[in-house]
């Protein structure tokens, strides 16, 4: 197709505004509409979009053929259903969905429609992701054999900046990034995973998620990876994720270091390293991985191409992290399905 693709977006939090941005920075997409319950209007209005709080609105207009779902995580399912049964096609924020028989009966409607179904693994346009898959690709490690990675929050993000904390777990909202990464660089399947929760700290301040989870996942080759998500650090951590991901091989080792991203700032009132590759604005337009991502799906869209994360690798994330979760329930390891 050589028209403009006209988009809808679905969520107006923080990267649901994230998303809007750069989809009006492409000249080859137009923000038609943004449905929320809350912030429609003022995110709309930015924009020139019309507004609503009820999404199927968007999904029954023709001159929408992409959708953008940036919900809370249980709440893709349904919306990303409804959008592809309607002929949209769809850029989820990750994860695909957080039940494995959901997420196999979304790829199912995705190939049935033959509409473009993608999750938003913005990570892998982090340039340094994406220079260590290269490496890995190459054999500049050789056959990657261990993997470990962090993802810890600080606890302003369960309990002020997502009111939705109780509806997902720290690894859903933070390891899937990570999944997501390193099961690329493996280039293997998962088969086995055995987790723990931590509780404690956030279910004190009524809020009923773990406070840490950390799982080790087995694959195929032999290969192990050990996944940790917390997001109990104290306020005073200056920045508001502390990341780290290392990948092991026969001949050699990554280190993909997040905490800070070059800058560091310090003043009377803070020490903190400002985050800069996911979406930084440089001279008034945003750049950095989220808008990368969504040019891309936009130009696949235009251009009949398949998108960089294929639905099996978005699948493998879910279904590890379903195995996660029944491994912390039943304290046993637990079959990757």
């Not at 990570?178 to 509780?199: F, H, P, R, S």
């Not at 009524?206 to 032999?222: C, L, S």
């Not at 990341?243 to 091989?249: A, K, L």
């Amino acid at each position: 197709m050589s028209e403009v693709v006209g988009v809808g977006l679905i969520g107006a939090g923080i990267m649901g505004r994230g998303h809007a941005q750069a989809v009006s920075q492409d000249p080859r997409a137009k923000l038609v509409g943004v449905a929320s319950l809350e912030g429609a209007e003022a995110l709309a209005g930015r924009y020139g979009a019309l507004a609503t709080r009820d999404y199927s609105e968007l999904l029954k207009r023709s001159d929408i053929s992409m959708v953008i779902v940036a919900t809370p995580d249980h709440a893709h399912y349904a919306i990303c259903k409804a959008a592809l049964e309607a002929g949209k096609h769809v850029l989820v924020e990750k994860p695909l969905t957080v039940d494995l028989g959901e997420c196999d009966r979304l790829i199912e409607t995705a190939r049935t429609s033959r509409r473009k179904l993608m999750a938003c693994f913005s990570h892998r346009w982090i340039p340094p992701y994406w220079a260590a898959h290269e490496s890995v690709a190459a054999g500049k490690i050789g056959r990657p054999v261990l993997a470990y990675a962090r993802k810890n929050d600080r606890i302003f993000v369960p309990t002020k900046m997502l009111s939705w904390a109780a509806g997902t777990t720290s690894a859903w909202f933070l390891s899937s990034h990570d999944i997501d990464l390193v099961t690329w660089y493996m280039g293997d399947k998962a088969v086995e995973v055995y987790a723990t929760a931590v509780w404690g700290v956030l279910r004190a301040r009524g809020i009923e998620t773990p406070d840490a989870i950390q799982a080790q996942v087995r694959f195929a080759k032999g290969g192990v990876a050990t996944f940790e998500s917390c997001w109990i650090y104290p306020d005073t951590y200056p920045t508001v994720t502390d990341s780290f991901i290392e990948v092991v091989g026969e001949t050699g080792v990554i280190h993909l270091e997040r905490k800070h991203e070059q800058l560091e700032i310090a003043s009377e009132q803070s020490y903190e390293w400002p985050r800069t590759l996911v979406k930084p604005m440089i001279a008034g337009r945003q750049q950095g991985a989220l808008t990368e991502v969504i040019h891309h799906l936009i130009a696949c869209v235009r251009d009949n191409r398949e998108p960089l994360v294929t639905l099996e690798s978005s699948r493998e994330v879910t279904a590890i992290l379903d195995a996660i979760h029944r491994s912390c329930a039943s304290g046993k390891p637990e079959k990757v399905n």
